[in-house]
C-alpha cells in the first residue's frame, strides 16, 4: 500500500475466436509472477477488454485469481459504457479475490470533466472493490483532467489512476499535484517512458511488454527506482528496441496488439489468436515479426 | 422495401436509473404509430443504447416489439465493441418479432477501413437478421468510408445504411454512389438536414425529434417526397425551431439528449430521467426550456 | 445585394512553383465570366492562397479585377495568422477594385469562440472593403459557432458568410438564424451540396468545379434556385459525378487540388503546376484522370 | 556541434500590438546570456510567430543577432505555409548573423508524410542556414513521424529536432532512433519534461519559462547531465510549481501565452501585450497572477 511496481497487462490467451486457452494462461501468469511482477491487470486494452463478451471476462477473472491465488494484487478492467454491467462485474471480481478494479471513461458518449466526476462518483459509491481511474484518451476520446482526478482522489474508494496519454507534460502535473498523497498510485502505460516517470516519482508501469520479457521491466523499474543510470539506460534502450521491432510493423491502430501477440506465439507463450474484430498478423508480416525477434538479444 | 420514410429512435423511457418505464413507453409507442411513422428504431444513441444494461436492452426489444405487433418494422440496435454480445442480442430480437437489426463501428479501438470491412462481413455472416450500417463518427471515432459502404453493401445480409456525420458532402456522394440501387435504403440522423436529403434522394431520416413531435417529420417526409416547397419550408422551418429551443440548451455535448427527454417530460410522454452516465437538465435549464416549448407553435 | 449565386473560388494558373500564367488566367476567368458566373473569389483554398508568396498575392489580385474589369465582384481571401497582413492586403485589394475580402480564423493557434469575436470585430474595424467570414474548420482546427456568426453579423463591416464545414446541420441552424436577415449572405463551399442548400435558403455556391465546367454550376444554381427538380436532380448527377472522377483519386487530403488541377491542364485550361508545398499528380494518376474526365458527358 | 542544453524560445516584447519593446528586448536577452542559456530561439510558437507581421519579424531577428552577438546561437523561426516566404526570411537571418532556423510544417493544408518529406527536403536545399525541424501537432495538425525525421535528418541541411508534441513514447522512439547520430541535435519543448528528457538522453530543452528564471532551468539542465538526483527533482518540483502557477491561470489553449506573458510584466521584463489575435489577461487574472508569482518562492 500503495501499489508499486510492474503491474502487466496480461494478454488473454486464446484458441479461438472466444475460448479462453487455459494452459498458456498458466504458463503467462506463472512466468510473470515468477519474474518479480508486482501485480497483474487483466481486461484491460492490451488484454483486448472490450472484444471480449461477458462470459468470457468471468472466465479469465476466476482463472487469473486462482492461478495468482494472492501472490500479487489482480485489478481488473471494468470499463463500460453502462454503470450496472460494470458493478456486476466488480462484484464479480470480488468474489473471485481481485484486489481492484480498473475504469476508464465511457467511451460511446463522450463526456465533459463535470459530468466525469459525476459518473466516477457514483461508480465509485456502488463499487464493492477499491478503484483505479484509467486515462485512455485515444480509445475514450476524452482526456481526464487533472482537476479531475484531484477532485475524484478525495472519494475514499478512488485509490490510484493509470495514465495512458503518453503526455508527459499532463504526467508530471499529476505527479506534482499528489506530491503531498503518496498513497495515490499513479501508474504510467506506455512502457517507453516507464523508467522516466518512475525516476520523476510515479509509482509504476502496466508494461504490456511484460507478457513477452517480464523480467526486462521489472529489473528496469528497479534499476530506475535506485536511480541506476548504467542499468537503467542499457534496459531502456532494451526496451526501446522491442517497441520498435515489435509493436512498429503494422500499417494500422491495432499493430501494436498484432506485434504483442505475435511475438508470443512465437515465444511459444499463446495461439496467435486476436478477438474479433481484431485479426492476427498473417504470413508475411509473422515472418519479418521472427526475424525481428530473433534480433533482440539478452532479454 | 426498401424501407422508406420516417423511422424515429426510441428514446428509452425510464422510471429510474435503469428500470423501464412501460406505461410511457406504450403511450409514446402508440403515438408515433398514429403519427404515421414507418418504423421505429429501439437502442439507438438517442435511446441511451450503451448506457443501458444488457437485461434492461432485452426488456425494451420484447416490449416494443409486442406494442408494435407488426404494424411497422422495428429495428434493432446492437452496436457493440464485443462481437458476440451484438450477435447474442440480434437472436434474441429476432425472436421477439424485430425485423432489422443496426451496428456502427467497434468505439473502443478504432478501426481502419479495410479492418471495418472484415468486422462488418464477420459480423453479418453470424446475424439471424438483416444489418443497416451505421455511421457515426462522433461517438465511435471511425468514418465509415464511402469504398467501405460500397463493398459491404455487396453482402447479402446488409441492406441498408443510417448516416449520422451531418456531412452532406458524404452523403451526396453515398446517394450517388447507390444511384442504380433503390433497393439499399439510405437513411439521414440529423433531422434539420432530413428533409434536404430526401429531396436529394435518401430513403428517409431517423429524427429525433419525431418523440417530441412526430407529424411534424412525417408530414415533412411527405411534403420533400412531394417537391411541396412551400409546405417543405413552413415544416423545414419548424424543424429548425425546435432544434434551437430544444437541443441547443446546454454546455455540453449532451445537451440534445438532455433537451429532447427534458422536453418529453414537460410534453407529459415520460419522465425526465437519462441513464447514467448521463443526468437529467436541472431546475434552471428546465425553466428555460419550458418556455421555449410553449414559444413553439403549430406542431 | 446581397450577393447570390455561383461565386467560383479561382484556381491559380502557375507557370512555376511561384509564376502567374496570365496567359492561362485569362483564358480562365473570361470562360467564367461567359458562363455567367455572379462573383469570382480569388486566394482561397482552392486558389492555393496560402502556398503563394504575397507578391504573387498581390498580382494575381491586380490581374483579376483588372480582366473583370467590374463585370462582377471580384472577393479576394486575406485569411492570415498576422492581422497586419491581412489589413495590408485588403489596402491592396481596394485600390485594385476589389469588391469585398474573405477570412478564415487564424490557423496557427486555435482561438476559442470569445477570442474569435475579438479577432473578427478588430480586423473588421481595420479593413477597407466588407468582410465575409469563411467557416473552414479541417484546415483551421476552429469552427466558427453559430453564436458567434450571428454576433459578428452585428458588425456593419461584415456583410456575409461562406461555410466549407460540409456540416447540414450547422448549414441550416445559420439559414434558420439569419431568416429575417436576407441580406446576409450565406454561401456554401461543398458543390456536392450546393443544390440542396440552395434550395434551403443558402445565397449560393463557392463551387470549385467551376473552374473546370462553369455552365454546370450556374445551370444547377438556376435549376435549384426555379425548384426545377427534374433539371436539378440531372444536373446533380453530373455534379456527382465530376466529384467522384476528378476529386477522389489520390490518396492524401490534397486529392481535390490535385484532382481539379490536373482535369483543368487535361481541359487545357493551365499547367498541371500547383505550388509548393503541394506536387501535381504523377503520370499514372494523370493517365487514370484523363480516361475519367473522356467519361463525363454532357458538361 | 552538437547545440545542447537550455535553448529558450524568446517572448516578444512588445509596446503595443506590433510595436518591438527594444528596451525590454535588451533587458530580457541579456539576462538570459547572463543565467549561461546555451542559445536563443526568436520567432517560436512562445514568440508569437505567426501573430507578427513579416517587417516586425525581420526587427526582431536584427535586434537579437545585434544584443547576442555571437555569444551563442540565435535560431530564427521560419514557419510558413509559402515556402518562398520562408527561404527569404532565411536569407535575413543569416545576414544578420542567425546561425540556424527552425521549421514546423506548414500549418494550413494538412500534409501527409510523403507530401512533408518532399516538403522539407525541397525547403532544405533552397536555405542558406541549417534547418532544426519542428514537431508541434497542436498547432500545425500533422505529428512528423518518427520515419519521416529519420528521412529527412539524411538531408545535409537538417542538423537537428525539437518536439513539441509532449509524447514521451513518442520522444524516446527518437532518441533510440538517434542512438548512433550523436550530431543530430534532439530538443523538447514542454519544460515539465526537459528534464527527464535530458536524462534519457534529449540534447536540450526550448524552455518557455526561461524567459521569466532563466536559471532554474539551466540549473535543472545540468542536474539531469550530471544525474544529480536531489537536485533535480527539487528543481523539477519548481518547474512544476510555476507550470501550475503561471500557465494554469485561464480557459483557453491561450493561457499559456497570457500568464507568461503576464508574469513577465509583473516581473518588470516587459509590458504585458500580446499580439492579436490574442489579447492578455484582465485585471482579475492578473491579480491572481500576481499572489500565484509571489507564492513562487526560491527562483
Redesign the interface.
Known amino acids: 500500500m500503495p501499489l508499486e511496481g510492474i503491474v502487466p497487462p496480461l494478454a488473454t490467451p486464446l484458441l479461438d475466436d472466444?475460448t479462453l486457452d487455459l494452459v498458456a494462461l498458466k504458463k503467462l501468469v506463472n512466468r510473470m509472477l515468477d519474474a518479480g511482477v508486482h501485480g497483474l491487470f487483466v481486461l484491460g486494452?492490451t488484454g483486448e477488454?472490450?472484444?471480449?463478451?461477458?462470459?468470457?471476462r468471468r472466465q479469465l477473472i476466476s482463472a487469473v485469481c486462482t492461478l495468482v491465488s494472492g501472490q500479487v494484487p489482480v485489478l481488473v478492467g471494468i470499463?463500460d459504457?453502462?454503470?450496472?454491467?460494470s458493478v456486476?462485474l466488480t462484484d464479480f471480481a470480488k468474489q473471485a479475490g481481485a484486489a481492484a478494479v480498473v475504469a476508464a471513461p465511457?467511451?460511446?458518449?463522450?463526456?465533459?470533466q463535470?459530468?466525469l466526476v459525476?459518473?466516477f462518483e457514483?461508480l465509485a459509491d456502488r463499487l464493492s472493490l477499491p478503484l483505479f481511474l484509467y486515462n485512455m484518451p485515444?480509445?475514450?476520446?476524452t482526456m481526464i483532467s487533472l482537476d479531475t482526478v484531484v477532485q475524484l482522489a478525495k472519494h475514499s474508494n478512488v485509490v490510484g489512476f493509470k495514465d495512458s496519454s503518453?503526455?508527459?507534460?499532463?504526467?508530471?502535473?499529476l505527479?506534482?499535484?499528489f506530491?503531498d498523497q503518496p498513497e495515490f498510485s499513479i501508474f504510467v502505460g506506455?512502457e517507453?517512458?516507464m523508467?522516466?516517470?518512475v525516476?520523476?516519482?510515479a509509482h509504476g508501469g502496466v508494461s504490456g511488454g511484460a507478457n513477452m520479457f517480464p523480467r526486462l521491466y521489472v529489473d528496469l523499474y528497479h534499476a530506475a527506482k535506485a536511480?541506476d543510470?548504467e542499468t537503467m539506460?542499457r534496459l531502456?534502450?532494451k526496451v526501446?528496441?522491442v517497441?520498435?521491432k515489435v509493436y512498429a510493423l503494422g500499417?494500422?491502430?491495432?499493430s501494436y496488439l498484432k506485434g504483442l501477440k505475435g511475438a508470443m506465439s512465437l515465444l511459444g507463450l499463446c495461439q496467435n489468436v486476436l478477438?474479433?474484430?481484431?485479426?492476427a498478423f498473417g504470413p508475411a508480416e509473422m515472418e519479418k515479426l521472427e526475424l525481428n525477434l530473433k534480433s533482440i538479444e539478452g532479454v
Request: net charge negative; glycine share 6%.
Open positions: 472466444q486494452t477488454c472490450t472484444s471480449l463478451s461477458y462470459e468470457l470499463t459504457t453502462a454503470p450496472d454491467e456486476a465511457p467511451y460511446y458518449f463522450g463526456l465533459s463535470p459530468e459525476t459518473y457514483r485515444s480509445h475514450t476520446k503518453a503526455n508527459a507534460g499532463y504526467l508530471h502535473a505527479i506534482y499535484a506530491r506506455p517507453e517512458m523508467a522516466s516517470s525516476l520523476m516519482g536511480n543510470r539506460l531502456q534502450s526501446m528496441e517497441s520498435e500499417t494500422y491502430g491495432s478477438a474479433a474484430p481484431h485479426t
